[in-house]
């Protein structure tokens, strides 16, 4: 629960950030994917991707020039 509410809090205040610079910032997912410990002991998530995505080929690293976090990672020139 402790690690949910930091990353909905560091999400949010990078949120906060970058808004003034891309209007069109959203957070779309803050979700567990796997937990150990507990009275419950482990546990993971299962595949649940549309088209058979794996979770490795959803986390692949970016393209360079790929949009990331607003207009971080493009190259534009200023007029």
């Known amino acids: 629960m402790e690690a949910m509410t930091a990353a909905s809090v560091a999400a949010l205040t990078i949120y906060d950030m970058v808004k003034g610079v891309e209007r069109g910032v959203e957070i779309r997912a ?5 937990k150990t410990g507990g009275k419950s002991g482990t546990w993971e998530r299962r595949e649940d991707r549309p088209g058979g995505v794996s979770a490795s080929a959803a986390r692949a690293r970016p393209k360079p020039g ?10 534009r020139k200023r007029a």
């Not at 803050?30 to 796997?34: A, E, G, K, M, P």
């Not at 790929?66 to 971080?72: E, H, K, M, P």
């Open 66 to 75: 790929d949009r990331s976090a607003g207009r971080i990672g493009t190259k």
């Open 30 to 34: 803050v979700r567990l994917v796997s």
